[in-house]
T-cell receptor, first 114, second 115 residues
Framework: DTGVSQDPRHKITKRGQNVTFRCDPISEHNRLYWYRQTLGQGPEFLTYFQNEAQLEKSRLLSDRFSAERPKGSFSTLEIQRTEQGDSAMYLC????????????FGPGTRLTVT | AQKITQTQPGMFVQEKEAVTLDCTYDTSDPSYGLFWYKQPSSGEMIFLIYQGSYDQQNATEGRYSLNFQKARKSANLVISASQLGDSAMYFCAMRGDNQGGKLIFGQGTELSVKP
């Protein structure tokens, strides 16, 4: 098992462009979480999935953000019409009931909006 | 509402000495879990230790131990015999058992280990 992977690791985009990030969880982990971390802060919860169902969305997740997990495996996070305030590290984590839902994090995608 | 407070933005410790990183929390959930994560400059969050709210004993994992004082709502991390590789950001986090598994993080403490 290679752990949680995220792609890309770094993304630089111009304001107004759309970006999409991918997260591949540990295989057979049924829960997948997205967090956002800005400089000097702790991660903030955005949303989570149990299998393919999106069960909770934070108020931080504006209508420009959408997340999917179509087959209950990998997930994508899309940001439309990016703004400079979207610049952050986007972290993905996965968990399973066998591990008491301990969350294993991926390396993150660092987004810079210019 | 759930909240985690880490009041030490930065800490220094001499190599081979012990250090305590403070964490206090607030929650209305009767059952919850407390976590500590390490984040090196590479950015990945590394799980260190977990304490359940009903666990009778304080958690230990190698050089890490969690000083859990439920009445005071504190969950301090103790690192013994500090190593240069311990230099990193440390985050305390909480998961309410009625909150779907999401973690609420504190603002972190940057630990620097001096040779």
């Amino acid at each position: 098992d290679t752990g949680v992977s995220q792609d890309p690791r770094h993304k630089i985009t111009k304001r107004g462009q759309n970006v999409t990030f991918r997260c591949d969880p540990i295989s057979e982990h049924n829960r997948l979480y997205w967090y956002r971390q800005t400089l000097g802060q702790g991660p903030e919860f955005l949303t989570y999935f149990q299998n393919e169902a999106q069960l909770e969305k934070s108020r931080l997740l504006s209508d420009r953000f959408s997340a999917e997990r179509p087959k209950g495996s990998f997930s994508t996070l899309e940001i439309q019409r990016t703004e400079q305030g979207d610049s952050a590290m986007y972290l993905c984590a996965s968990s399973s009931p066998q591990d008491s839902y301990e969350q294993y994090f991926g390396p993150g995608t660092r987004l810079t909006v210019t | 509402a759930q909240k985690i407070t880490q009041t030490q933005p930065g800490m220094f410790v001499q190599e081979k000495e012990a250090v305590t990183l403070d964490c206090t929390y607030d929650t209305s959930d009767p059952s919850y879990g407390l976590f500590w994560y390490k984040q090196p400059s590479s950015g990945e969050m590394i799980f260190l230790i977990y304490q359940g709210s009903y666990d009778q004993q304080n958690a230990t994992e190698g050089r890490y131990s969690l000083n859990f004082q439920k009445a005071r709502k504190s969950a301090n991390l103790v690192i013994s015999a500090s190593q240069l590789g311990d230099s990193a950001m440390y985050f305390c986090a909480m998961r309410g058992d009625n909150q779907g598994g999401k973690l609420i993080f504190g603002q972190g403490t940057e630990l620097s280990v001096k040779p």
